[in-house]
DNA sequence: TGCGCCATTCTATGTAAGGT
DNA sequence: ACCTTACATAGAATGGCGCA
């Protein structure tokens, strides 16, 4: 059984990112904070750890008033690579990582990356992002709110100042615990490693929807031209469907298609086109079932989009 | 061959929110 | 100050077509 881990990280960052044989590092991380809990979600350990910079040596104007730390507090504190390691090993195998919003995983490898660790995966990892189940479970799970916001309106106890690692830890937890099966079951995924093979693709049906997440392409055509990117499966009973709304694209990044299924009804088709680390490409594709009223909406999206390109 | 016309595509920019 | 995401929109560049 493993742990999941509620994990909170501070930063500071300098003039400009710096570069070191190839690799850059914008953002260099001061502090690791974690909460360590059981399948239950009941808390069973603590993680807390200042990281003296190697980089950036300046604390940075804007950062300095936020995260409540100086140069001084981190001379006592370990290697990003000792406190990194320590970190994982406390974390035990499999960790199921939780934090608030999608950035912190990403600068922890990031930083990784940098200072020569190896990374946590050869593909996107599964975490929990609590901001966007914070969203889910009591907004419109689409907007994002601050994690003090998000503290106050469930009127938690919030004695401890905010951006240090172990308290903003803390707080994500509480607020972690709170969320039924059906939003945890609403999984994010950190690309900052992409899959680099049709075996590291991700495909994942949730109750509403299905995500997949491609292999790299190098260019925009071989993304299009992609008969399984481009196709409109069922994604339930895995049959090709008929378009309705063919293909089209408000900008270029974004593609949206509306196909129908005698079974399930209008399936949405968006496909984005997105630049892995490396510069390469690969597409976040998601389906899912829309009403006939959001089949109209989808026609007046598409139709938009033609007069903007055609008008009278 | 050059021109205008129109549709498409790309690039840049702007908003607004979040993170340190 | 730097980054992220999502969604808009404006303008330039590109490309196909008809026609002189």
């Not at 408000?250 to 968006?270: E, I, L, Q, R, S």
Request: with cysteine; glycine share 4%; hydrophobic share 35%.
């Amino acid at each position: 059984m493993s742990n999941f881990i509620v994990f909170d990280l501070e930063w500071n960052q300098g003039e400009t990112p710096a570069t070191l044989d190839g690799k850059t590092l914008t953002f260099e991380i001061v502090e690791i904070g974690a909460v360590k809990l059981n399948e239950n979600r009941e808390k069973i350990g603590e993680f807390s750890r200042l990281i003296k910079p190697q980089v950036f040596k300046e604390m940075h104007k804007i950062t300095g008033k936020l995260i409540h730390l100086s140069m001084e507090d981190l001379e006592n504190g370990g290697s990003f690579q000792d406190v990194a390691r320590d970190f994982l090993e406390w974390c035990g195998p499999e960790p199921k990582f939780c934090s608030w919003g999608p950035l912190d995983l990403r600068e922890f490898q990031s930083n990784l990356d940098f200072f020569g660790l190896p990374l946590l995966a050869d593909r996107p990892i599964a975490f929990y992002d609590a901001q966007k189940m914070y969203s889910l479970a009591y907004d419109d799970g689409r907007t994002r709110k601050a994690l003090s916001t998000a503290v106050e309106e469930l009127k938690l106890d919030s004695d401890i100042p905010f951006h240090r690692a172990l308290a903003d830890a803390a707080y994500t937890a509480e607020i972690f615990k709170t969320f039924d099966e059906r939003v945890l079951k609403r999984i994010s995924f950190d690309t900052y490693v992409t899959p680099k093979s049709k075996k590291q693709e991700i495909r994942i049906v949730f109750d509403n929807y299905e995500k997949y997440i491609s292999r790299e392409f190098d260019t925009k055509e071989d993304v299009l031209e992609n008969m399984e990117i481009m196709s409109t499966k069922c994604y339930i009973c895995h049959k090709n469907l008929r378009r309705k709304i063919k293909w089209f694209s408000p900008n270029g990044k974004h593609y949206y298609a509306v196909a129908y299924c005698d079974k399930h009804g209008f399936m949405k088709a968006k496909v984005r086109i997105k630049k892995a680390e490396n510069g390469r490409l690969f597409v976040v594709k998601t389906c899912k079932f829309i009403s006939p009223e959001d089949m109209e909406d989808m026609k007046n999206k598409q139709r938009k989009v033609k007069k903007r390109q055609n008008p009278q």
